[in-house]
């Protein structure tokens, strides 16, 4: 049997930014949404997904080069999702969205 590698989830957001109005989806700067969200991916994924949070300020400092520039352009926005470092979803997503990317890569990776 071999051992499944570890998804790392990233959300790269801004929590300064004005929120949607329309509830466009998770808002993960809320520690209780993250917790939740956390809890679902382990509830559907086991330990086998490990969900992470970075607040971005100004700086962008957090954020690998390449992802800075391409936010920066525009070709990416807050929130965006990483999954094992590369984007997955530029912009507002929910639970449903981020757990098909995350079986998406869970069955790419599969030999």
Known sequence: MTR?????????DDPARPACEARCGLD???????????EALRGRFGGQVELQY?????????????????LHAGDLVLPLLLVNGK???SGYFDLHALQEVIQAEIEMAAP
Do not use: Q
């Not at 499944?4 to 790269?12: E, F, P």
């Not at 993960?28 to 956390?38: D, I, K, N, P, Y």
């Not at 970075?54 to 391409?70: F, K, N, Q, W, Y």
């Open 87 to 89: 984007p997955r979803i």
């Open 54 to 70: 970075t607040a971005l300020d100004a700086s962008r400092a957090a954020v690998p080069p390449e992802i800075a520039r391409r």
């Open 4 to 12: 499944r590698a570890k998804v790392i989830a990233t959300i790269l």
């Open 28 to 38: 993960l700067s809320s520690e209780e949404v993250r917790r939740s969200t956390a």
